[in-house]
């Protein structure tokens, strides 16, 4: 069985590798415009997937209601801009206040849901509180379809076309090529956090085991707030950015970003933060070839069928964790 | 200084603790005996408020804890090793050390507190940067037991501290335990199957049978009772 799943590994590889290499050589401007372009799309699924990974990480919760903060995110940035447009503030500040407002908008709700729909459920069987996530992202669609309106809003880019970047820009645009970039430095930040700061440590040996980490003096309920509330910022950025790029966004966008981003947690081993980003990324770039070379009205199916492929041939990702621990 | 009166503890409808009373003076060692499923660690983790208690309180100097979150009380000076050790696997011993000082602020104390433990276990500095689930039982319990001590407890609460180690290191720790107590004047309260081991280490031993205390009495008398001789010591 695993010689099999290795040869098959190595055949689907080999064909993949082929057919990259020889449209590589028949037109490598097309080959590096959906590369940089799944490197993009890629980016924002990490934005949105580290969420998803921390939280179950911590709480073995999938938050279904994550993409709706990411909505949320991206509609309070489009209320804010709007706003402050129509007082004929200048583009950066407007730029920058909308960013600030969104993240803290999303970090507000994701804290929220959490104390109201998982809290209470945090002994309940898994289920529960699965299910509750469920509700509280029907909930937040709905709440925002209601408050705001069903329609498609334009979003203008709060991401101006930067004149140093024209010669490139048929290449990438400087709106992916900020998302890149944006995307990297989080990464940075968050990576530095987890690493090295006390509320860091103290959410790596919550995620490990909690009740020890009570006995260490964590206030573990605390901690979990916190692991929302940097999963919420993030996710908030990841919607300003990717409204910038599409251009409108509506109540809805959080869905399917959130399914594609939840696809790349599990592809990368969910619970796992390198595996988050590292999922992200390969799902992102392939969806692009993918639609570039094959079909790119069967996107989404692309992306689906990956999932299923992973759970029936490596359940735990690429980087999920395999070793036994000592007691 | 910890002072159980008339505890009740409950797992759902399991009635784990019946009514117990202990007393542990400052600067004690009392080791609490018992057969498996007595309640011992139970005892402990209502203690630390784990499992808080449904009757009865537990004080601390006088201040009631019983029904305090557990961080609170790691903030009042109780720190427990609990059974099994608990390291944090994917954490380096020098990470796991740093989550014992996890409430402290002052950089200069952890500094000295870090030097006293790795002074205690050298094996520990040697492995600093190795994470902590590589680590054999007997290292890991001391890993643990220094961990705990990073937060300079007033109490310190050990369970089954010998489970699963050579005699040599089960030795080793129980020496370091009563170097802790002569030299840190820190209250330990340890519960042990290991009834020889632990009486010998005592001031004053309790001994446990299906949720209650069934007797008391110093280390040494409890040494020479023909039920404990009987029951606990297989003599």
């Known amino acids: 069985m695993r010689w099999i799943n290795i040869l098959l590994g190595l055949a689907v590889a080999g064909i993949l590798g082929f057919y990259g290499i020889r449209e590589l050589l028949a037109d490598p401007v097309y080959f590096l415009e959906l590369f940089l372009g799944g490197l993009v799309r890629g980016s924002i699924y990490a934005l949105i997937a580290l969420g998803y990974t921390m939280v179950y990480g911590i709480i073995q919760l999938i938050n279904f209601a994550h993409g709706e903060i990411y909505m949320i995110g991206a509609m309070t940035a489009l209320i804010v801009a709007s706003v402050l447009g129509l007082w004929g503030w200048h583009s950066a500040v407007i730029a920058i206040l909308a960013v600030v407002f969104a993240v803290v908008y999303s970090c507000a709700y994701g804290f929220t849901v959490e104390k109201i ?8 069987p898994r ?11 029907l909930f937040l669609q709905n709440y925002v379809m209601l408050a705001q309106t069903p329609e498609f809003q334009p979003f203008e880019s709060l991401i101006p076309d930067f004149a140093f970047w024209e010669p490139y820009a048929h290449i990438i645009t400087s709106v992916e090529l900020a998302i890149i970039i944006t995307t990297v430095v989080v990464m940075i930040l968050l990576g530095m956090l987890i690493k090295f700061t006390k509320i860091g440590k103290a959410m790596r040996a919550t995620a490990q085991d909690k009740i020890m980490s009570s006995l260490v003096g964590i206030n573990v309920n605390n901690v979990i707030s916190t692991t929302f509330v940097v999963g919420s910022a993030t996710a908030a950025i990841g919607g300003v950015l990717i409204a910038c790029h599409v251009g409108q966004i509506n109540f809805f966008i959080g869905f399917l970003a959130g399914l594609k981003a939840f696809i790349a947690a599990v592809l990368g081993g969910i619970g796992s933060v390198p595996g988050a980003v590292l999922g992200s990324l390969v799902l992102g770039i392939s969806e692009s070839f993918f639609t570039g ?5 069967y996107e989404d199916v692309f992306a689906f069928t990956i999932l299923v492929i992973i759970l029936i041939f490596r359940p735990s990702g690429i980087l999920g964790k395999h070793e036994t621990q000592k007691v | 200084m910890l002072k159980l009166t008339d505890v009740h503890t409950y797992y759902g409808n399991i009635h784990a603790l ?8 400052e600067g004690e060692i009392i080791s609490l005996i018992g057969a498996n499923g007595a309640g011992k660690s139970t005892t402990l983790m209502t203690t630390s408020g784990v499992v808080p208690a449904k009757r009865g309180t537990v004080e601390l100097n006088g201040e009631d804890i019983t029904q305090m979150a557990p961080d609170d009380i790691v903030k009042r000076g109780i720190c427990q090793v609990p059974e099994g050790r608990r390291i944090f696997p994917y954490l380096t011993v020098a990470e796991n050390l740093d989550m014992g000082a996890f409430l402290r602020d002052d950089k200069e104390g952890i500094k000295e507190d870090l030097d006293y433990v790795y002074g205690l ?4 500095a040697n492995r600093r940067n190795q994470s902590g689930g ?3 039982g007997g290292e890991q319990q001391m890993l643990a037991i220094s961990r705990a001590l990073m937060s300079r407890p007033k109490v310190l609460l050990l369970d089954e501290p ?4 050579a005699p040599i290191i089960i030795r080793q720790i129980f020496d370091i335990i009563q170097k802790i107590n002569q030299e840190h004047k820190t209250t330990i309260f340890i519960v042990e199957q290991n009834a020889n081991l632990a009486l010998k280490a005592a001031h004053r031993g309790y001994v446990m049978e299906n949720g209650a205390i069934t007797m008391t009495d110093t280390g040494e008398n409890l040494l020479e009772n023909e039920d404990v001789k009987k029951a606990y010591l297989g003599m």
């Open chain 1, 117 to 124: 729909a998982y809290k209470p459920l945090r002994t309940a």
């Open chain 2, 18 to 25: 019946k009514g117990i009373n202990i007393e542990v003076s």
């Open chain 2, 121 to 124: 276990f050298p094996i520990l």
């Open chain 2, 134 to 136: 590589t680590l054999s």
């Open chain 1, 293 to 297: 070379y094959f079909w790119s009205e």
């Open chain 2, 162 to 165: 010998s489970l699963g180690l």
């Open chain 1, 127 to 137: 289920l529960s509180a699965l299910i509750s996530a469920i509700g509280m992202s």
